[in-house]
């Protein structure tokens, strides 16, 4: 059942309302992302009220929703299609959001090889620090004209204004799905993976729990059939990337603190305390360690990467360079000039 | 209409004084090659969007990043203008020159500094050219994607400024789906590092906003590119059609069926003839209209999408289907879609190309407008499209020698652009604005929208110094020389005095 609902003038109006009054937002769908970041301190804005597909034409490719609809609404609407969200955006919670989605900009297993949530954005509809609803790009593949404020939107977690509406490409789903199990070594994984990546091969999701290498095949019957025939290895239940995609694998109830390690493909198995699960070929690896923050961070900026704590915390994010920090400061005065948006969400002095 | 910088609009440009600015810079840059004379600035004074034309001040032509940064430190300090330049193919007048300004030309820095097959990336200068990279990548199976159509000789720092396009969009993404990292030096001389060499950076998505910002917030100055394999086979299938329409609707049909294509380009009745004449590619010269499907990937995925592409397509109403038998076949039907323009340009002493897109299911729409638009205005025009991606070159057909002709195709051209606009698209789906559609963004963004435009520009230039009076429209100009944006119901600007 959908309940559809356009709340956009009561969303515009609470921003209006807390830019005459100076108060802080704390903006959230369901809050399913809210172990990422440093904690906020404000008035809650709730998206939720402002929900519904507002158009999808799968001939298109293009589906474009309002902020508090439900993933899994969107995901059942291009499922019934044939279609699906390339970048398999985590949920992490049972109401996520579009807007979560976009906001937070986390991408899952096929996330290599299909792009990220940013790829997908099309366009969005923002209420400004000025308090205007503006709409940037649009429904169509291409589209140049002025400054990309709607990708910049992905992954910014509501700092530089409230996302409202968003246009996304979507794409048809692979005519064929398989995956497959090889017991091999990380070491070996990561150097097969490198031989592969050159290669025409289907992959769509590579990952390593410690034991084995875990490969998703996606295309048409006749290339599966081939990489399956010959990479060999036994058949691996699909779900296994939805658990790894939802942080439901058993590696993830360790007790120790979660990292999310990027790091470039072509780096080899990184020696830090505590356990790792690879994902995205080797780009991105899970870290459950005790280990000093800054212990892990510089292991990973040594070889090109970043990490980010997916535990609520003052430093779940890697710091950036000073010169960088100080256009991330000037970009936010400038969009959100009273800092009302989320404050110090991604940083303390953003 | 006239797109030259104009003071009264555009703002106000400082005043610099010439021979001053050339003693500093001989003084603080004594390696650095200037052009400062009359006869050598002349070659500098328009893009590939020739129509427009102004002799720079000064060109600068640097050989090492450090003397890049000394440079806009100087300019920084003394307020002076500076225009960005690669190879200068864009078609939007992004790189036109200023006649107070340097002209920055950055295609000297043409190395390639690192590719490597393991980690599918290639680090280069921002000068090379982007046919370059995919020929450096080739002994390793390996490519990079963006294909603009000037690819033999566009830079790949000018890929990043426009965010240039190709005709395998659809499926392989735009040069902002293509980057890992950039290096950016501000117009303050400030270096930062966009993005990282994993697949996210902490922050903002900074690397985004940059790319396709045409030179207005800061100077890439090295650019790290994704490389994929190469696609094991390639085929093209050439279907005719007795109407655009029908042409049109099996574009969406291809795509309903679940087959996203490596290429999908169409072409209507007057682009078939003028390109059969010229390149003799084997187009049928009676069809309405012709579209190329191109499908690639593995043999046996490739054989199948081959057989479903074929039964859509005559579903469609194709009234004659044929696969390329060979490679050379394959070839010579590219050769005439990538040779149309100029194929375009024999039977027109002048043309004018846009650059519109559109949802897919306005085309028939759009055609009629165009049509429509066409015998209104008096000019011929020849579409070709990159029909996957919605991505429309309208080629509008004029003879410059005729008084009146040119500001006839340009205002037809103006039509066409905000036809689009109100079906939903966008005026430029990979060309850029420039200084070309500076006036069209008054149709497709309101004041609010512009002003937040603004606002970015002055995170990373608040004087104003890099590339002024591109991209980003003022709001004085909208109201003077602006379409309408109408936005429910009320006219736009209602601050503004009307001129």
Redesign the interface.
Known sequence: MRHDHDASNALLEQVNHALNERIALRIQGSNSKAMLGRPVAGEVLDTRSHRGIVSYDPTELVLTARAGTALAEIEAALDAAGQMLPCEPPHLGPGATLGGMVAAGLSGPRRPWAGSVRDFVLGTRVITGHGKLLRFGGEVMKNVAGYDVSRLMAGSFGCLGVLTEVSLKVLPKPRKCVSVRLDMDVQQALSKLAEWGQQPIPISAASHDGAALHLRLEGGEGSVASAVERLGGAVLDSGYWTDLREQRLAFFTRPAPLWRLSLPYNTGPLELPGQQLLDWGGAQRWLKSDAAPQVIRQAVSCVGGHATLHEQDDRSFQPLATPLLRYHQNLKQQLDPQGIFNPGRLYAEI | MNILYDERVDGALPRVDKAALLSELFEALPDLEILHSQEDLRPYECDGLSAYRVVPMLVVLPERIEQVQALLKICHALQVPVVPRGAGTGLSGGALPLEQGILLVMARFNRILEV??????ARVQPGVRNLAISQAAAP???YYAPDPSSQIACSIGGNVA??A?GVH??KY??T??NLLKIEIL?IDG????LG???????????L??F???EGM?GVVTEVTVKLL????VARVLLASFDSVEKAGRAV??I??A???PGGLEMMDNLSIRATEDFIHAGYPVEAAAILLCELD?????V???CERVDAVLKAAGATHVRLARDEAERARFWAGRKNAFPAVGRISPDYYCMDG?????ELPQVLNGITELSEKYGLRVANVF?A????MHPLILFDANQPGELERAEALGAQILELCVVL??????????GRE?INQ?CA???S??????H??????DPQGLLNPGK??PTLHRCAEFGSMHVHHGKLPFPELERF
């Open positions: 490597n097959h393991e980690g599918r990336f390793h199976g390996l426009e965010n396009g969009c659809l993404g735009l902002v789906h501000t400030q270096s930062m590092t990282s060499d994993a697949l996210d950076a902490p922050g903002f998505d900074l985004a906003l790319t396709g910002s917030l394999p190469k696609p094991q969406g049909d795509i309903a679940g087959i996203i990937g593995v043999e046996a995925d054989q199948d999408d897109t559109i949802p897919r299911r990159h996957g991606d919605g991505n939903g698209g966008s005026i430029t789906g990979e060309h850029g604005v559609k963004m497709q963004f309101n609010d929208e512009l002003t937040l435009f606002a970015v520009k002055k995170t990373f991209n980003i």
